[in-house]
T-cell receptor, first 111, second 112 residues
Framework: KQEVTQIPAALSVPEGENLVLNCSFTDSAIYNLQWFRQDPGKGLTSLLLIQSSQREQTSGRLNASLDKSSGRSTLYIAASQPGDSATYLCAVLDSNYQLIWGAGTKLIIKP | EADIYQTPRYLVIGTGKKITLECSQTMGHDKMYWYQQDPGMELHLIHYSYGVNSTEKGDLSSESTVSRIRTEHFPLTLESARPSHTSQYLC???????????FGAGSRLTVL
């Protein structure tokens, strides 16, 4: 059974720092992996989707990588800003075409 | 503007009441989903639909029911609410062949 883990559960860094969020999954048989952002009291916003055949995707200051063989993905945020404060979730589309979610990393950017 | 709407955003009700959480999308998406999320926890799929008159249960056992009579509308109903149903319920949709989900803002339910 596919399991998705995000460590750490919470992270606090000063504004301006570059940072990396981690996502690991137990079964490498996935179709894709997605990173989402969730603001308090709101729904989720899709940030990046990486197909299983891809190694990385970039959008602005965000870069997501995927290493299927090791079951890992990272979300790199460059030059962090207070507006980046949110919970970041990753989800994999598994071999049964079901989305399996991590519990998220709560990110706080201190001004 | 294409979007997905959930009502109510917040609801506090007593045990035993029947409630319906509404979800509507204006994007013409075939696939719609209901997720349950407790604070600090992962999302769990409770129901999904691949089109009109199609509904399936997700991986999390739920006492709720859903219907899909129209493409744009996917309501979730609890016939008799209990305190264990206290949670946030998120509705999402995706287009044909697409894997990117669009989420509503969520409905936060508290059952006393």
């Amino acid at each position: 059974k596919q399991e998705v883990t995000q460590i750490p559960a919470a992270l606090s860094v000063p504004e301006g720092e570059n940072l990396v969020l981690n996502c690991s999954f137990t079964d490498s048989a996935i179709y894709n992996l997605q990173w989402f952002r969730q603001d308090p009291g709101k729904g989720l916003t899709s940030l990046l989707l990486i197909q299983s055949s891809q190694r990385e995707q970039t959008s602005g200051r965000l870069n997501a990588s995927l290493d299927k063989s090791s079951g890992r993905s990272t979300l790199y945020i460059a030059a962090s800003q207070p507006g980046d404060s949110a919970t970041y979730l990753c989800a994999v589309l598994d071999s049964n075409y079901q989305l399996i979610w991590g519990a998220g990393t709560k990110l706080i950017i201190k001004p | 503007e294409a979007d997905i709407y959930q009502t109510p955003r917040y609801l506090v009700i007593g045990t035993g009441k029947k409630i319906t959480l509404e979800c509507s999308q204006t994007m013409g998406h075939d696939k719609m989903y209901w997720y349950q999320q407790d604070p600090g926890m992962e999302l769990h799929l409770i129901h999904y639909s691949y089109g009109v008159n199609s509904t399936e249960k997700g991986d999390l056992s739920s006492e709720s029911t859903v219907s899909r009579i129209r493409t744009e509308h996917f309501p979730l109903t609890l016939e008799s609410a209990r305190p264990s149903h206290t949670s946030q319920y998120l509705c999402a949709s995706s287009g044909f062949g697409a894997n990117v989900l669009t989420f509503g803002a969520g409905s936060r339910l508290t059952v006393l």
